[in-house]
């Protein structure tokens, strides 16, 4: 089993900066793909980025290229999101995600996942 826990979410205005983070403990070794989703209220889930984390290979939904950064401290079995320049639609739980496998944008894909963080961004 992995344990993914969330942290970093909160309120920001229009045009900020939030940096996520997610730490995974239990079999860590097992995990190929660590991701972020996100889901706001009344809309489905949607993919945010992903990140091959033996590879090094990163993925992102269309939304977020060139304002979101995945990155990760594999010492520290932790993977980050960096959001910039933040938008009142950016506005949603943020889910961090793991697969035992390679996977990229498909939420069914993902073994485990966390509880979620709130991230607001007013206007």
């Known amino acids: 089993q992995v344990q993914l826990v969330e942290s970093g979410g909160g309120l920001v205005q229009a045009g900020g900066s939030l940096r996520l983070s997610c730490a995974a403990s239990?079999?860590?070794?097992?995990?190929?793909?660590m991701a972020w989703f996100r889901q706001a209220p009344g809309k489905e889930r949607e993919f945010v980025a992903a990140?091959?984390?033996?590879?090094?290979?990163?993925y992102y939904g269309d939304s977020v290229k060139g304002r979101f950064t995945i990155s990760r401290d594999n010492a520290k079995n932790t993977v980050y999101l960096q959001m910039n320049s933040l938008k009142p639609e950016d506005t949603a739980v943020y889910y961090c995600?793991?697969?035992?496998?390679?996977?990229?944008?498909?939420?069914?894909?993902?073994?485990?996942w966390g509880r979620g963080t709130q991230v607001t961004v007013s206007s």
């Open positions: 990140s091959w984390w033996k590879v090094g290979t990163t």
């Open positions: 239990g079999r860590t070794l097992s995990i190929y793909t």
């Open positions: 995600a793991a697969a035992v496998k390679i996977v990229y944008s498909r939420a069914d894909d993902y073994d485990y």
